[in-house]
């Protein structure tokens, strides 16, 4: 019948999908993880002893213990 151009009565109609509220969301959420994580590689940096993201976490050859050192 749909080939005649007739449809059925109670059918539902077809939507195009597109950015609706849930998009919105997703795309200020994934902006809060890249602002929070470029704070963390910041911190890192002034934290650290050395010039690199992370110098602040230092393995002893001998224990193999991670130790956090400040400046």
């Known amino acids: ?4 151009g007739m449809q059925m009565p109670g059918r539902q ?3 195009p999908s597109g950015v ?3 998009t919105g969301l997703m795309l ?3 902006a809060c993880l ?3 994580i470029a704070f963390v590689l910041l ?3 002034k ?3 050395g010039s690199g ?3 602040a976490l230092t393995i002893h050859p001998e224990g193999r213990e991670v130790r956090l050192e400040s400046r």
């Open 53 to 55: 993201v992370m110098s």
């Open 13 to 15: 109609r077809v939507r």
């Open 47 to 49: 934290v650290g002893p």
């Open 28 to 30: 200020g959420t994934v």
């Open 34 to 36: 890249i602002g929070a």
């Open 1 to 4: 019948m749909s080939s005649l």
């Open 20 to 22: 609706n509220v849930y």
């Open 43 to 45: 911190a890192g940096m």
